[in-house]
């Protein structure tokens, strides 16, 4: 047994300092702000705890008051995940829209508009951006949610959106190191493997994190996958040689190391969370993300006191989880610091001058708030001609299962947005189990325009719309997925993206009603 050198309530005061728990609810639970008050450092916001900005500025109040530098998180990349606006959709197109134009004033303007708001109500860390190049064209969790396949691109993308969201006072959490692209399994659900060699692991995966600690990221978050190459025996997120030799010494990064989701199956299932926080911190980890699946008192309580048993039966080193708290202290600090700067986004970013908008490559000024259409209108690619909807269509819209990333409550399509601008659109939604002949059927005479995701990935879904063309090769395709299938339809529309603006870009180019 080791030898303390801090007091019992220090030792638990650090424990707690390094969970960043969620909750459920619309206003904080009397247990979190009690946990507040002895210690607990973050708190981590997803959609159940969203309502309005202004719900949302009067929870960020009510936990700044019980403690006035508390880390308030949340995992808002725009795109298909959004928790500001998990109802209706994001105002703004996610990473592989914005890789597509490849415009990175436009990615970082986006980034910083999206920070604005982040800040206005209070949250000062934002789990992203998601800096896995996704080089494996069926990787069932990242695809749109990466800025690309191109490892330069996605490193000037990962560069600019982290500078962008930071001059808005919020800190930035590059995820997920050392790289989630290249896996065909879900680490939500089971642990994935990457056996690629260690020479294709820097050139590749690694090549945006550096991107990132060169612009300053305040955080980054490590993946719960194994990269043979790396550490045969151990998931990132448990593994020194990743965090502590590669991330640390070789990447030179000394900010905050944050965990994905701890109760993920691919730790949950493997080592448990208890042991799997220990080992995680012992490892080099910081902050020990938890809160997507369990959210409650007992969950804090448990991660607080294995932590704190690992301590005194010298399985994990007392120094380790000070210097840990000590990095989670620091981060809340800056963030104090920059709401205290005066003006908006004053001295978020240590370099990076603020500005009120930014000229973009076509000569534009995009600083505002509708830079997210924007971006959105720019991301579109058409592929034939449109002919413009003059009546009301019929929108078949092809769902598969959203991975617990995305989720499954946030609208999606172009149904709504056609709604809008050709009142008595109809629409209904397919799902695996479907064929030709019901869509066809349900349209009648209308013009029929089919909406998909990620059709390469599906057998069905591309069924599906063969047996469509086949009969009606006037239907328009609009793709809010990776555009990697060969366009089909009269026209094929290329969203990169589900987010809403992306199907209100959509929705203009076939009414030809865009601004």
């Known amino acids: 047994m080791t030898t303390l050198t801090h007091s019992s309530d220090t030792l638990t005061r650090d424990a707690l300092a390094v969970l960043q728990p969620g909750f459920h609810g619309t206003t904080a639970p009397d247990w979190?702000?009690?946990?507040?008050?002895?210690?607990?450092?973050?708190?981590?916001?997803?959609?159940?705890?969203?309502?309005?900005?202004?719900?949302?500025?009067?929870?960020?109040?009510?936990?700044?008051?019980?403690?006035?530098?508390?880390?308030?998180a949340i995992d808002e990349e725009g795109g298909d995940v959004t928790r500001l606006e998990v109802r209706d959709g994001s105002s703004f197109p996610g990473n592989y829209a914005l890789g597509s134009v490849d415009d990175v004033d436009l990615t970082r303007a986006v980034a910083r508009e999206l920070g604005s708001r982040l800040a206005a109500c209070g949250v000062n860390l934002n789990w992203a951006p998601s800096a896995d190049v996704n080089s494996d064209v069926n990787n069932p969790v990242i695809g749109v949610r990466s800025f690309g396949a191109d490892p330069a691109l996605v490193s000037r993308h990962t560069a600019a959106y982290v500078e962008g969201l930071q001059s808005a006072g919020v800190a930035a959490c590059t995820k997920?190191?050392?790289?989630?692209?290249?896996?065909?399994?879900?680490?939500?659900?089971?642990?994935?493997?990457?056996?690629v060699d260690f020479d294709t692991l820097h050139a590749r995966e690694l090549a945006p994190f550096r991107s990132a600690i060169t612009a300053g990221s305040k955080s980054v978050m490590s993946a719960h996958i194994l990269l043979s190459a790396l550490d045969p025996n151990r998931p990132a997120t448990l593994s020194p040689q990743i965090l502590t030799g590669l991330l640390r010494e070789e990447l030179g990064f000394d900010g905050l190391i944050v965990t994905d989701g701890i109760e993920m199956q691919a730790?949950?299932?493997?080592?448990?969370?208890?042991?799997?926080?220990?080992?995680?911190?012992?490892?080099?980890?910081?902050?020990?993300?938890?809160?997507?699946?369990?959210?409650?008192?007992?969950?804090?309580?448990?991660?607080?006191?294995?932590?704190?048993?690992?301590?005194?039966?010298?399985?994990?080193?007392?120094?380790?989880?000070?210097?840990?708290?000590?990095?989670?202290?620091?981060?809340?600090?800056?963030?104090?610091?920059?709401?205290?700067?005066?003006?908006?986004?004053?001295?978020?970013?240590?370099?990076?001058?603020?500005?009120t908008g930014t000229a973009v490559a076509d000569g534009s000024d995009i600083g505002g708030t509708d830079i997210g259409l924007v971006a959105a209108r720019r991301a579109l690619r058409v592929t034939g001609t449109i002919e413009p909807l003059q009546e009301a269509p019929y929108v078949a819209s092809f769902a598969p299962v959203a991975n617990i990333a995305v989720g499954d409550e946030t609208p999606w399509g172009v149904a709504a947005?056609?709604?809008?601008?050709?009142?008595?659109?109809?629409?209904?939604?397919?799902?695996?189990?479907?064929?030709?002949?019901?869509?066809?059927?349900?349209?009648?005479?209308?013009?029929?325009?089919?909406?998909?995701?990620?059709?390469?990935?599906?057998?069905?879904?591309?069924?599906?719309?063969?047996?469509?063309?086949?009969a009606r090769p006037d239907t328009a395709v609009v793709e809010m997925g990776v555009n990697h299938a060969e366009p089909t339809g009269s026209p094929h529309i290329a969203t990169y993206g589900a987010a809403r603006v992306c199907g209100r870009a959509a929705a203009e180019a076939l009414t030809g009603r865009g601004a």
């Open 32 to 72: 979190l702000l009690r946990r507040i008050g002895e210690g607990l450092t973050s708190v981590g916001l997803f959609g159940r705890n969203i309502t309005s900005p202004a719900q949302l500025a009067a929870l960020t109040a009510q936990l700044r008051a019980e403690r006035d530098d508390v880390l308030v």
């Open 176 to 195: 997920h190191f050392p790289g989630h692209g290249d896996t065909a399994v879900d680490s939500h659900h089971a642990l994935p493997r990457i056996d």
């Open 417 to 470: 947005e056609l709604a809008a601008l050709l009142p008595g659109t109809e629409t209904d939604t397919y799902g695996s189990g479907s064929d030709a002949a019901e869509v066809l059927a349900a349209a009648g005479e209308r013009r029929i325009v089919a909406v998909v995701r990620d059709a390469h990935r599906h057998s069905w879904m591309a069924a599906v719309l063969e047996g469509i063309l086949a």
């Open 267 to 355: 730790i949950a299932s493997t080592y448990g969370i208890e042991r799997g926080s220990v080992l995680a911190i012992a490892a080099g980890v910081d902050a020990i993300c938890v809160g997507g699946g369990l959210a409650d008192e007992g969950t804090v309580l448990r991660l607080r006191d294995a932590l704190v048993d690992a301590v005194r039966e010298g399985e994990l080193p007392e120094e380790r989880l000070a210097d840990a708290a000590a990095r989670v202290r620091a981060l809340a600090d800056w963030t104090r610091r920059v709401r205290g700067a005066s003006g908006p986004g004053a001295a978020a970013q240590e370099g990076t001058a603020p500005g």
